[in-house]
């Protein structure tokens, strides 16, 4: 009798914990609710024990009792499970009905045309406004609009070789494919023209199909859109840079005028052709820098350089032309600047000449100045000022936008002050303007000074940049190039397709007392290198072009070091890409092609 009294006692405790636990209100969960189960268990137990304590005097009596208590608790506990699962049930499917209302309303609402269909009769399951709009029908008599749709001529992806009888029908064979994913092809639907795709899935337990529908014209019309505007930064890009060749002539041979002892009113006309080809360039870099900006290639070359001999050659280039309209030409710099500033140092000659240029323009008399001071917050402000017919006020917050030109005068492509606004942005400032009308403008912008020193140059390198081009000078004394009157032979070859660029550049090298040989393509390049190598007369350095015909620069540079890895030269020599083409790409295509510069023209 004691074992039957132990198991009934066994069972009341069990189910008095469980009926505490299970008391508990859904969202309580977790070790609050064990340790309120445990204590309520625990108490239950202690009474109970003495009730069978007084109760232990008569077992006939004690037993039933027990049975009865276990009965009803058990009773209580199964009605509690009951209704919680029945709760969480009806919790669950109200989360379940909203979810698929959301769904539905997503569906419906989403902008690419799509309707689920049966796998086995091609019942409609779900459909969207979008697919309706585009096939102008209804749900009702879908299927039978989608019998009527044929492809467009040539545009039919799939089954090809077989006879084509319509979208339809090409959606049933799909249905006895193995392949889960197809792209029918492009459908004629009146003045539309579709993109179908097909994917099978499970929707609820049935085999199913969803189809998509996109405007292709639309697609069409973008893709064709970018495809013209790509074509015609191209054009802009390449005619840019085919004008800056003959520049680069006039540009080098009026510095080697200008060196010359010319008469006074023959050095005068020089100095004019040397500024105003200089301007030329200016406004050529200008429709080049728009390419890269709308191509998002964009670049500024960081690097130290003397901030005042900036300033004062930028003066330089519109001295002559103020002289001769009696304006005044004023340079201020505050002594407290640092010689050296790290910045982009032809983008900031890019943007100062760009202003004065405008100041010069819209200036009758009076004066021009430029000036450079030092801000409490270590950076640079530079500020160019004129007594000019000044800006309109409403106009003063559209003057940096594209094609913004002043409306009292029409010089000017309208590019100049977007595309200085956009340097001063990415050397890390913002250029503002103020301006009275009738009493004349003020541009300025302030810079970062840059981090480090000229002895402390801090290293950006990574393994995937690109090298910088090299747009100033290089001493060739450097590569071991002897001058011409200590070497009997040439150690220099010119490249280059253009006449008057091997001229010039023959000049620049003759003046200065270097031998050199010329060749007009790559292939009459390398084979130059051979003979000479055959001599005894290597040459130590080769100028390369990079864009001639016949072979270019870059497969002739890749050339010379086969020969020299295959032991056919005695020396490799080191070649110096030259090209009026500044891109990224073409920068790298240069250094992967062996060569150890990249220089640009002019």
């Not at 009605?79 to 669950?92: I, P, R, W």
């Not at 130290?304 to 304006?327: P, V, Y």
Request: net charge negative.
């Amino acid at each position: 009798m004691s074992g039957q009294i132990l198991c009934a006692t066994t069972s009341l405790c069990s189910g008095a914990g469980c009926l505490h636990l299970f008391a508990q209100p859904p969202d309580q969960a977790g070790a609050n609710t064990k340790i309120s189960a445990a204590i309520g268990a625990k108490f239950l137990v202690l009474w109970f024990w003495d009730l069978v304590s007084e109760l232990s005097s008569s077992e006939e009596t004690l037993v039933p009792f027990i049975i009865i208590v276990a009965s009803v608790v058990g009773v209580v506990v199964n009605n509690k499970l009951y209704n919680d699962l029945e709760t969480e049930k009806a919790s669950n499917y109200q989360k379940i009905k909203q979810t698929k209302r959301k769904l539905s309303v997503v569906i419906k609402n989403f902008p690419t045309g799509m309707m689920v269909l049966s796998a086995s009769d091609f019942s409609v399951k779900i459909v969207n406004e979008r697919i309706l709009e585009l096939l102008e029908c209804t749900q009702e008599n879908l299927l039978r609009t989608l019998e009527t749709l044929q492809y467009s001529p040539n545009r039919r992806f799939l089954y090809q070789e077989e006879e084509n009888q319509g979208l339809f029908c090409d959606i049933k064979k799909c249905v006895l494919s193995n392949e889960d994913e197809f792209k029918l092809g492009l459908v004629s639907f009146k003045n539309l023209l579709l993109e179908v795709n097909l994917k099978k899935i499970r929707w609820g337990n049935e085999d199913s199909l969803l189809i998509t529908a996109n405007d292709a014209e639309r697609i069409l019309a973008l893709e064709k859109s970018e495809t013209q505007n790509e074509c015609k930064n191209s054009l802009l890009r390449s005619v840019s840079h085919e004008m800056r060749t003959p520049i680069y002539a006039i540009i080098s041979m009026a510095n080697q005028l200008q060196e010359e002892q010319l008469p006074a009113k023959s050095a005068e006309k020089v100095s004019i052709l040397g500024v105003s080809s200089q301007l030329l360039l200016l406004l050529v870099n200008d429709l080049l820098d728009y390419s890269k900006i709308i191509a998002n290639l964009f670049r500024v070359n960081l690097s130290h350089f003397d901030i005042r001999s900036l300033l004062e050659n930028t003066l330089k280039i519109i001295q002559i032309q103020a002289k001769k309209k009696n304006i005044r030409v004023l340079l201020r710099i505050d002594p407290l600047l640092p010689e050296t500033l790290y910045s982009d140092y032809s983008r900031l000659e890019q943007v100062i000449t760009n202003i004065l240029n405008n100041a010069l323009k819209f200036t009758v008399k009076g004066f021009i100045e430029l000036s450079a001071n030092l801000t409490p917050l270590n950076k640079i402000k530079i500020c160019i000022k004129d007594t000019g017919i000044g800006i309109p006020e409403e106009r003063q917050n559209t003057i940096f936008g594209m094609f913004s030109t002043n409306e009292f005068r029409s010089e000017g492509c309208g590019l100049g002050l977007h595309i200085t606004s956009h340097i001063v942005e990415n050397l890390g400032g913002t250029i503002e303007v103020k301006s009275e009308l009738g009493k004349g403008s003020e541009f300025f912008f302030e810079l970062p000074m840059g981090e480090g020193t000229v002895e402390e140059i801090p290293d950006t390198s990574s393994e995937d940049s690109v090298p910088e081009e090299i747009s100033g000078y290089i001493d060739l004394k450097h590569f071991g190039v002897s001058l011409g009157q200590r070497t009997h032979y040439s150690e220099i070859l010119i490249v280059d397709d253009n006449e008057f660029n091997r001229i010039i550049m023959g000049q620049i090298l003759g003046n200065n007392g270097y031998r050199y040989l010329e060749a007009f393509n790559g292939q009459v390049a390398v084979e130059l290198v051979i003979n000479q190598s055959k001599k005894g007369q290597d040459f130590k350095v080769v100028i390369m072009d990079c864009s001639m015909p016949v072979m270019d620069g870059w497969e002739a540079t890749k050339r010379i070091y086969e020969l020299y890895s295959s032991k056919e030269l005695n020396r490799l020599p080191y070649v110096i890409g030259c090209s009026a083409y500044s891109n990224e790409e073409e920068i790298k295509t240069s250094y992967e092609s062996g060569m150890l510069l990249h220089l640009i023209k002019p």
